[in-house]
């Protein structure tokens, strides 16, 4: 594996912006409370920023994101967390950034066997997904102090922080070990993945009870976290947005999926381009209407980076 390549793909992933842009968003943006939300030993705590707008809406609503970077690198401070704060912010959301545990970043794939590649990969994403856990349980147990609603929050995130909250979401309503740290009963108001996919063993992909109302944004070509299915070794399968809005159509769950024509994985970084799509989602769940839209989007003033036309191959395997 070109090891040089990995890290520059993956910085690619993390943010197209450059470090001046970073220091530009946390000049707009208001000091967060930075609490660790989880501890995994002396040399390992896990924490997340929380943001309060200037004008905060009625209700409310927080939204939980997560940063991409294939599990390898990233932070909550990146400079596309912030920009994605900073859109969050500007709607009246209270914003929760918040780090995850990346497991990639722990893995030799000079070592890894090509028949156990996807095991990997799992550790990585239940990995992520218990701190998602937690760290929604803490917004939840410390909620009357925050000032926010347990019932109220929205799960987002890019890329990698994608596949982690509707991965999350998938392991809640099958009642999974990976989970075990969210509160009894808890459900997302809503999921909002930009990217995002969720990976099942020996190809299942069911829901035992009902996810919470989900927003796919997802590039029709993207090969990094495929639109469609990706079939991995011993009949594992990371099933992407188009897969997803699927499965939820045959059950009549509401979803919408906006399916960007043409575009790869870039649209991992579309979430301060769409917020206005993301906002109307979350208004119409809050007003308890299930709704089910299915657009195909075609804008040439979105922005285009060319690591968002690479594989899965091309970040981890070459």
């Not at 000032?147 to 890329?159: C, E």
Request: charged share 20%; hydrophobic share 40%.
């Amino acid at each position: 594996m070109k090891k040089w390549l990995l890290i520059l793909m993956a910085v690619a992933l993390l943010s197209p912006l450059s470090a001046q842009k970073k220091a530009e968003f946390s000049q707009q943006l208001p000091p967060p409370k930075t609490v660790t939300f989880v501890n995994w030993g002396d040399t390992m705590p896990v924490r997340m920023d929380i943001y309060y707008p200037e004008h905060r809406r009625p209700d409310s609503t927080t939204v939980l994101y997560l940063f991409g970077g294939g599990f390898i690198l990233g932070a909550r401070d990146s400079a596309s967390s912030l920009e994605a704060v900073k859109a969050l912010l500007d709607e009246g959301f209270v914003a929760v950034s918040a780090d995850y545990r990346l497991g990639i970043s722990m893995v030799n794939f000079d070592t890894v066997k090509l028949f156990s590649v996807s095991k990997p990969f799992y550790y990585a994403i239940d990995m992520a997904v218990e701190d998602c856990c937690h760290a929604v349980s803490y917004l939840c147990s410390h909620s009357q102090e925050l000032g926010i609603r347990a019932d109220r929050i929205v799960l987002t995130g890019s890329s990698a922080g994608a596949i982690t909250v509707v991965q999350t979401d998938y392991y809640r309503c099958n009642n999974m070990r990976q989970v075990s740290a969210l509160p009894q009963g808890w459900k997302p108001l809503a999921v909002v993945p930009y990217s995002g996919a969720v990976f099942c063993k020996k190809g299942h992909l069911q829901y035992a009870t009902p996810p919470a109302p989900t927003c796919f944004f997802h590039g029709t070509s993207d090969r990094i976290v495929n639109y469609n299915k990706f079939r991995s070794t011993g009949r594992n399968v990371l099933y992407g947005g188009n897969q997803l809005a699927r499965r939820f159509q045959e059950n009549s769950y509401p979803y919408w999926i906006l399916r960007f024509k043409d575009r790869g994985h870039e649209v991992a970084a579309y979430l301060p381009y769409t917020i206005q799509e993301f906002t109307t989602f979350v208004d119409m769940v809050l007003d308890g209407r299930e709704t089910f839209y299915d657009a195909t989007c075609i804008d040439a003033h979105l922005p285009r980076w060319k690591w968002a036309d690479a594989t899965l191959f091309d970040l981890y395997l070459k």
